[in-house]
């Protein structure tokens, strides 16, 4: 069962995603107030999604 961090990454995805598709206002260049919102819950979660990955590797595999 994916742990709670990854399942949270995955849901802002898919929120990101569905905003995309649907407003009418965002652009590749630019987005509306929500698509920010949105965007920068999905990158925060991403972040700590992929370090906590990174660190994890490195407690496997010590140099």
């Known amino acids: 069962m994916?742990?709670?961090?990854y399942q949270r990454y995955?849901?802002?995805h898919r929120a990101d995603k569905d905003h995309r598709?649907?407003?009418t206002?965002?652009?590749s260049d630019a987005q509306c107030r929500d698509?920010?919102?949105?965007h920068a819950r999905l990158a925060t979660?991403?972040?700590?999604?992929l370090e906590r990955q990174r660190n994890q590797r490195?407690?496997?595999n010590p140099r």
């Open 2 to 5: 994916p742990d709670d961090l």
């Open 10 to 12: 995955m849901a802002a």
């Open 21 to 23: 598709a649907a407003c």
């Open 45 to 49: 979660l991403q972040d700590a999604y």
């Open 25 to 27: 206002t965002c652009t």
């Open 58 to 60: 490195g407690k496997r």
């Open 35 to 38: 698509g920010r919102r949105i």
